[in-house]
């Protein structure tokens, strides 16, 4: 199969010609079509616009004008103003963010103000009956959206510390100055069997599933960002004693200090149900992401365990 050509970094996807397209009639013709992905925060940014002129439509349809002269137009600059910077930090949290419960719950709480500050505004243009209750309502969006807002930044600051944790594991290998894989750098095969004949406890192998059909239909790069990821995800879901390296390819050796074979196959469930839940993209499509696992306790000279541990993967 001839390999997809690209352009900036961004493949070319074939696109089989049908008989209807007034194209010349080659071998094996294939039209290149370059594909651009839009900006992940103009959607929610053109619901949200939508959104803006719907309120100012119902407070024009349903109003009455206010005269020029009763404008006040402190509260106008006031409330507008507060719709305005909550727009922008709603698109900033959007444009910066990757989609996740924290972007969601920050850009929603800051639509609801933007949206709640808005209708406050509209009321300076329009008289409104006092027994409107949807006037009411939608003027109550600003607290629900301070509200939706405290639990996002409750989730970010989660985030962060398990980010945090995540740097200060990364600095631990740094300042031990192991050998390095080039891609994930994690410790190599080399350093774990030196850690091997000097811990007790017990070892795990990871295996990445369909790994050789990811590197095959979105190219090496997105392999090695599979690798990091991966990587990444490991880290984040193991005990600071622990040791993770890459061992070959796509395997991942874990070192569990003080772990039993039981207790160690419990953990590598546990890392491979989260490696399971990422949500990984190559070319605007998930890709399933999945781990296989075995795992035995320390003892044996680490070339025969490891050995060992391989035969029984590639068996499985």
Known sequence: MTPLRTVRGEPFRPV???????TPALPSAVVFRYRTAMPAFVRPFLVLACALAAFAALYASAGIPKPFASWHWMDIVDEGGTAL???????IVLASRPDGRVTRLLAGGLACITLGSW???LDEF?????????????????PLGMLVLTAGLTYWRREQALLADHLRKRERLFRSHRPFDRVTQLADADYLREQLRRTQGAVVLLDIDGFHRINREHGRAEGDRVLQ???HMLLLNLRNDDLLCRYAGDRFAVLMPGFGADAAAEAARHLCAMVGAMRHHAGGRRV?????????PT???PEILLADLCRRMDAA
């Open 16 to 22: 089989r010609v049908s008989s209807t397209c007034h």
């Open 85 to 91: 910077m909550a727009l922008v930090w709603c698109l």
């Open 119 to 121: 209708a406050d505004c």
């Open 126 to 142: 329009w008289r409104i009956d006092k027994d409107a209750l949807w006037d009411n309502a939608l003027e109550g969006l600003v």
């Open 229 to 231: 990821a991966v990587a």
């Open 288 to 296: 399933a992401l999945g781990l296989r696992h075995d795992c035995a």
């Open 299 to 301: 003892g044996d000279a």
